[in-house]
């Protein structure tokens, strides 16, 4: 089982913004990433260190995080970010790598 | 341009055995961590393994401690994963990546295609 919790689904108008979260224990200890992965596709790095974007990644994507919660920020939803949404981390015991299950966007 | 390129998947019986590798281009290979990812059908993803550092630190998740095997040459620029014992939960599709680390995080930055193993009789 995993050790990061994420909500299987959430869904956003066009346009809106959507915040997807992340619990965990370790999140207190280790900074989240997150990936954005769609079907066929690799996975995305989005955001790691809580809140740094790698170059290209556009700024409507933000993170941050709250104690054992970890939360991406997607500002004004566009149609082409409907995917499958990811964080990770450090384990509590810093040494092994672990992610979340995964929250599904669907972009209405 | 910096790449990663599986390769190695396949239909495979259970009990036999798999090396997938992954071939890295465009940056400095010695410089990285380096993890191998899966992803089951219709499940999300799993971290499985990584090496890098130094001394070649090495980790494996629990579910696959004691089967799986990283390794990587350096002078090759390849990174690998041997798969023994086979069995049919370790049907997915591996990635491999690039980590960017520090104390406070471990992310992957630049991720393969994926390779797919079926492990099926």
């Known amino acids: 089982s995993s050790e990061l919790t994420q909500d299987p689904a959430v869904s956003v108008a066009l346009g809106q913004i959507v915040r997807i979260t992340c619990h965990g224990d370790?999140?207190?200890?280790?900074?989240a990433s997150w990936y954005q992965h769609k079907p066929g596709q690799a996975p995305v790095l989005l955001i790691y260190?809580?809140?740094s974007r790698p170059s290209g990644i556009p700024d409507r994507f933000s993170g941050s995080n709250s104690a054992n919660t970890a939360s991406l920020t997607i500002t004004g939803a566009q149609a082409e970010d409907e995917a499958d949404y990811y964080c990770?981390?450090?384990?509590?015991?810093?040494?092994?790598?672990?992610f979340g299950g995964g929250t599904k966007l669907t972009v209405l | 341009q910096v790449q990663l390129v599986e390769s190695g998947g396949g239909l495979f019986k259970p009990g036999g055995s798999l090396r997938l590798s992954c071939a890295a281009s465009?940056?400095?290979?010695?410089?990285?961590?380096f993890s191998w990812i899966r992803q089951a059908p219709g499940k999300g993803l799993e971290w499985v393994s990584y090496?890098?550092?130094?001394?070649?630190?090495?980790a494996y998740a629990d579910s696959v401690k004691g089967r799986f095997t990283i390794s990587r040459d350096v002078a090759k620029n390849s990174l690998y994963l041997q798969v023994d014992s086979l069995r049919a939960e370790d049907t997915a599709v591996y990635y491999c990546?690039?980590?960017?680390?520090?104390?406070?995080?471990?992310?992957?930055?630049?991720w393969g295609q994926g390779t797919t193993v079926t492990v099926s009789s």
């Open positions: 990546a690039r980590g960017t680390t520090n104390y406070y995080y471990y992310a992957m930055d630049v």
């Open positions: 465009g940056f400095n290979f010695n410089d990285n961590y």
């Open positions: 090496i890098g550092g130094r001394t070649d630190t090495i």
């Open positions: 370790s999140l207190r200890s280790f900074s």
């Open positions: 260190a809580h809140n």
């Open positions: 990770n981390s450090r384990d509590s015991g810093g040494n092994l790598v672990v």
